[in-house]
Antibody
Framework: EVQLVESGGGLVQPGGSLRLSCVAS????????MHWVRQAPGKGLEYISS????????VYATSVKGRFTISRDNSKNTLYLQMGSLRSEDMAIYYC????????????WGLGTKVTVSS | QSALTQPASVSGSPGQSITISCTGT?????????VSWYRQYPGEAPQLMIY???NRPSGVSHRFSGSKSGNTASLTISGLQAEDEADYYC???????????FGTGTKVTVL
């Protein structure tokens, strides 16, 4: 079964850091671009970041550029999101998603991990 | 990158058809046929319903169809059913940001 499982969320103080993980199973992880998407409480979906299958290229939304870093370890079938200088507006459920084989759509999603930013 | 514009809510009776619009610019929706649609039930992860404007992933009902005209994409749900009540989001690749942008989201209510 194709599956994505996020972890690493939790409570962090403003200005703090957190690393999210997303473990993939059931497919050839290293051949797929991967993405992070977040959803603030009661709000819509917001695109965060993408990384190619070999990790050679990354993209970030303006809202997180310079503060978040996406990476992957294909030997561990794991996607990461290192988040720093966290703000209250970063509080959200963070989802990882797989790129569809034809590109430009996200066909498999994890259940998400919740990040709370509060003092 | 501004979010794509969707109506906040759309409603219909069982069996009817409804259409959700998604308006962008010639840098995103109008640029390429890379518009996708996602359904999200409360407390759950999004699910891909339509990709590349008109294509349905395996397992998605034929009642869901997509189209595009200029800078506006649309999702039509035919034969509306109670299970279609959910939030729906469009998404497009953006040439200006070289990344993705989601729509504002539409809550579908089955009367």
């Amino acid at each position: 079964e194709v599956q994505l499982v996020e972890s690493g969320g939790g409570l962090v103080q403003p200005g703090g850091s957190l690393r999210l993980s997303c473990v993939a199973s059931g497919f050839s992880f290293g051949t797929y671009p991967m993405h992070w998407v977040r959803q603030a409480p009661g709000k819509g979906l917001e695109y965060i970041s993408s990384i190619l299958g070999d990790g050679s290229h990354t993209v970030y939304a303006t809202s997180v550029k310079g503060r978040f870093t996406i990476s992957r370890d294909n030997s561990k079938n794991t996607l990461y999101l290192q988040m720093g200088s966290l703000r209250s507006e970063d509080m959200a459920i963070y989802y990882c998603a797989r790129d569809i084989s034809t590109g430009f759509s996200f066909d498999v999603w994890g259940l998400g991990t919740k990040v709370t930013v509060s003092s | 990158q501004s979010a794509l514009t969707q109506p906040a809510s759309v409603s219909g009776s069982p069996g009817q058809s409804i259409t959700i619009s998604c308006t962008g610019t010639n840098s995103d929706v109008g640029a390429y046929n890379f518009v996708s649609w996602y359904r999200q039930y409360p407390g759950e992860a999004p699910q891909l319903m339509i990709y590349d404007v008109t294509n349905r992933p395996s397992g998605v009902s034929h009642r869901f169809s997509g189209s595009k005209s200029g800078n506006t994409a649309s999702l039509t749900i035919s034969g509306l059913q109670a299970e279609d009540e959910a939030d729906y989001y469009c998404k497009s690749y953006s040439t200006s940001s070289v990344s993705y942008v989601f729509g504002t989201g539409t809550k579908v209510t089955v009367l």
